[in-house]
């Protein structure tokens, strides 16, 4: 028999620490609690998470509910609710740029001499590497012109000269690798070119200073 719910009370009996449930004036079958998704929590459970509950009509016609025996009560099995647990987010949102790699320098860069630079007849270039953050111990900065190493200058590691380069166009690159030998940062290549005087300028400047001797065609 089915009537409409009028009336849904929920109390704790202070004694026991049941939880009763009361109904007035209805009368729902089990079967229709449980496939409502109502879950009645009780101090205990079955092995499997099932929850025994009681249920009785008292004299004037109120169905109840507890997680006790009563006198003359109907015991009910109902099953666990269900849960979901979500995937965990990934981290970051994955639209901004990758920041540098553990152990990589930010930046660096060959800032001395600038790109498409020339000289006149100069006794060494000056060459200087830029870095951020600065280079740190164990750490060392490589720097070549044309394939060729070229020697630091000082204490910091920075600073480099190109000593007495021939006429013509060069190319410097610039490396930070770490203790391990392994590069941590590559610079961008710079282009400087170097002038020189000719042979048959005899009171020119540094004449003759890195080109090679002119044979006679005698």
């Known amino acids: 028999m089915r009537t409409a719910l009028h009336r849904y009370v929920v ?3 202070a004694s026991s ?25 009780a101090d205990s459970g079955g ?13 004037q016609g109120v169905v109840h509910y507890s997680d006790t025996p009563q006198p003359g009560a109907q015991k009910v099995e109902i099953a666990p609710a269900q849960t979901f647990q979500s995937a965990p987010a990934p981290a970051g949102d994955g639209n901004g740029p990758p920041g540098p790699a ?3 320098y930010a930046d660096c860069a060959i800032v001395q001499p600038q790109s ?17 953050p600065q280079l740190r111990p164990g750490d060392r900065v490589r720097v070549s012109v044309d394939g060729q190493p070229v020697t630091a200058t000082d204490d910091s590691g920075t600073n480099f000269q190109v000593d007495s380069p021939y006429r013509g166009q ?5 490396t930070v690798v770490d203790p391990a030998g392994m590069t941590v940062c590559t610079a961008k290549p710079v282009i400087f ?3 020189r005087p000719s042979l048959l300028l005899p009171h020119a400047p540094a004449n003759g200073h890195g080109v090679a001797p002119i044979a006679s065609g005698r």
């Open 11 to 13: 109390s704790r009996a």
């Open 193 to 195: 070119y170097v002038q």
């Open 102 to 104: 553990p152990g990589a």
């Open 170 to 174: 060069h190319t410097l690159t610039a």
């Open 116 to 132: 498409q630079q020339s000289f006149y007849a100069p006794d060494s270039v000056p060459v200087t590497v830029q870095l951020a």
């Open 47 to 59: 092995a499997d998470g099932s929850v025994t509950t009681y249920r009785w009509v008292d004299a």
């Open 17 to 41: 620490g049941a939880l009763v449930l009361a109904l007035g004036l209805c009368a729902l079958p089990a079967g229709l609690l449980i496939g409502a998704g109502v879950t009645l929590a």
